[in-house]
C-alpha cells in the first residue's frame, strides 16, 4: 500500500511513523532502529484512523493525534519498555480541539502543545492530568498550523496561516509573546516549524508552488532595540544626519558593532549605503545627501551577535526644494491712496505648482499690536502675484507675505517695509 501522507516522531532509537492514504484509513507504525534491518511494526495506538495522525514523542510519552476531523482525540501512551500502553485520552470534544495540524512535546513529556484550528490559540496540556493548563496567543492571529518547543522548553514557536502574523516565539511558562514576524508572500505549512539552537526555521510555500526555507536567526537570544532618527526635513542638495544607538537587553553597550544600511528613495528603489559601525557607546552616526526630493527611508539592520537577537529600525526624512520669495513695492505712500505690492515665488527657481497661495498680513511699527489679515492671493503661472492696499492712517507699516509650502517644497515668507504719511489735503 502507497502512503499519501505520513508523520515521524523519533524517541531514542525507536522512529514512530503515522500514517495514512488519500482515501483510506491511517495507523501508526513502529521501527526499531538498532535492528540490522528496521522494519515497520504496526503498533495498536488508537486503532485505525481516518488519516495520517499527527504524532510527539519525548522522555516516556508518545502522544497520537487524529487528524482531519472535528472533536480530534489526542491519544497518550506509555512507551518506556518500547510497547505503547495508553495512559489515557485528551477528549477533543471537551477541549474543542478541532482539525489538528500539529503537536509538540517538552523533552520530559510532560506538557504538550497542539495546534488546531479551533480554538485559534495553541494550546498546552498536562499528559500526566490530561487537562489543558494554557494557552498562546488569542485566538485572533490567523489558524495555527506549526508548533516546535525549543531551548530546553523555554521557548514556543507557533506557525500560523492565513492571519496577519506566519510565526510567533512565546515565553513557554508564561505565554508572553517575544518576537513575530510575517512572510505576507507566502503561506507557512503544516508541521513546518522547527529549532536549531537559538534559530527556529519554517517551511514556507509561495504562490508559484516553490517551497521555502525562512531561518529566523537568533530568535530565543535576548531582544535588542535599535533605534534611528533623522530631521524631518532637509534641503534638496544638502546632506543629512543619520544618527542612532544599539541597546542589549541587559542595557549593556554593543561595541564596535557592524550595520547594515539601506536608502530608499521616493520611487520605490532602494541600494545600500557604505557600512556604519557602532561606536564604544553602542551609537553610530553618518551622512548621506540624497539624490532627489520626497520622503526618502533609512533602515539599519544589525545581525546581532551570539548575546542578542538582531534588530532592524528605520527613520524618514522628506527632503524639499528650496524656496523663495519676494515682496517689493514702494517706499512711501500716501493715506487714502492706493498702494501696489508685487512678488514672485519660485520653487528650485522654478515657478510652483499651480494653486499656490500666499497668506499676507499689515503689521502697524508703531503699533504692533496692530496687525490685519489681508485677503490671500493667488500666483500666476510664472510664480508672480499683486496685491493692492489703501492706508487710512499715516504710520510705518510691514507688510509679511508667506507660503507654507508643500511635500517637496519647503515654506518661504518676504518682508516690506512702507512709511505712509498725510495727504496734502
Known amino acids: 500500500m502507497a502512503f499519501s501522507h505520513s508523520t515521524l516522531a523519533l524517541l531514542g532509537e525507536r522512529l514512530w511513523v503515522g500514517h495514512g492514504c ?19 511494526t504496526p503498533m495498536a495506538v488508537g486503532g485505525e484512523h481516518l488519516g495520517a495522525p499527527v504524532l510527539a514523542a519525548a522522555g516516556d510519552t508518545l502522544v497520537v493525534g487524529e487528524t482531519g476531523t472535528h472533536h480530534a482525540d489526542l491519544l497518550v501512551y506509555d512507551v518506556g519498555d518500547g510497547t505503547p500502553e495508553l495512559r489515557g485520552t485528551i477528549d477533543g470534544r471537551t477541549w474543542r480541539i478541532d482539525y489538528l495540524n500539529d503537536l509538540a512535546l517538552t523533552s520530559d513529556g510532560s506538557t504538550l502543545v ?21 494557552t498562546y496567543g488569542d485566538g485572533w492571529d490567523g489558524y495555527p498550523s506549526a508548533v516546535a518547543i ?34 505576507p508572500d507566502a503561506e507557512l505549512l503544516q508541521d513546518g516549524v522547527a529549532f ?24 530565543t537570544l535576548p531582544a535588542s532595540t535599535l533605534k534611528v532618527t533623522t530631521p524631518a526635513h532637509a534641503w534638496i542638495g544638502s546632506p543629512v544626519t543619520v544618527e542612532g544607538r544599539i541597546t542589549r537587553a541587559n542595557g549593556k553597550p554593543a561595541i564596535i558593532q557592524p550595520l547594515t544600511v539601506t536608502r530608499r528613495l521616493p520611487d520605490g528603489t ?22 532627489g526630493v520626497g520622503d526618502v527611508t533609512y533602515t539599519v539592520l544589525w545581525d546581532g551577535d551570539s548575546r542578542s537577537r538582531w534588530s532592524s529600525a528605520s527613520a524618514t526624512v522628506t527632503v524639499r526644494n528650496v524656496s523663495a520669495l519676494t515682496l517689493d513695492g514702494p517706499a512711501s ?3 487714502g491712496e492706493p498702494m501696489e505690492l508685487t512678488g514672485v515665488l519660485t520653487t528650485a527657481g522654478r515657478p510652483p505648482a499651480p494653486g499656490a497661495t ?6 502697524a511699527r508703531d503699533d504692533d499690536s496692530e496687525t490685519v489679515k489681508l485677503p490671500p492671493v493667488s500666483v500666476n503661472a510664472d510664480g508672480s502675484y499683486a496685491l493692492t492696499d489703501t492706508l487710512e492712517t499715516a504710520g510705518r507699516y510691514l507688510y509679511l507675505a508667506m507660503w507654507t509650502g508643500y511635500a517637496t517644497a519647503g515654506p518661504a515668507k518676504a518682508l516690506h517695509l512702507v512709511t505712509v504719511t498725510p495727504g496734502a489735503g
Not at 497542539?114 to 489543558?132: E, I, N, S, V
Not at 536549531?196 to 530568535?219: C, I, Y
Not at 500666499?358 to 503689521?363: D, N, P, S
Open 150 to 183: 525549543g531551548s530546553g522548553g523555554a521557548y514556543v514557536a507557533a506557525g500560523r496561516q492565513w492571519g496577519s502574523t506566519d510565526l510567533t516565539l512565546y515565553d513557554a511558562a508564561t505565554g508572553a509573546a517575544m518576537f513575530s514576524a510575517d512572510q
Open 270 to 291: 532602494s541600494e545600500p549605503l557604505d557600512g556604519v559601525t557602532t561606536g564604544k557607546d553602542s551609537g553610530f552616526t553618518f551622512t548621506d545627501t540624497p539624490p
Open 22 to 40: 488519500d482515501n483510506g484509513p491511517g495507523g501508526v507504525v513502529g521501527l526499531d532502529l538498532s535492528a540490522a534491518t528496521p522494519a515497520p
Open 196 to 219: 536549531s539552537g537559538s534559530d527556529a526555521f519554517a517551511l514556507l510555500r509561495n504562490p508559484a508552488g516553490r517551497l521555502l526555507l525562512w531561518r529566523l536567526q537568533g530568535v
Open 358 to 363: 500666499i497668506t499676507l498680513q499689515r503689521i
Open 333 to 335: 505712500g500716501t493715506v
Open 114 to 134: 497542539a495546534a488546531a484550528d479551533a480554538p485559534g490559540h495553541f494550546t498546552r496540556y498536562d499528559t500526566t492530568t490530561l487537562t489543558r493548563i494554557g
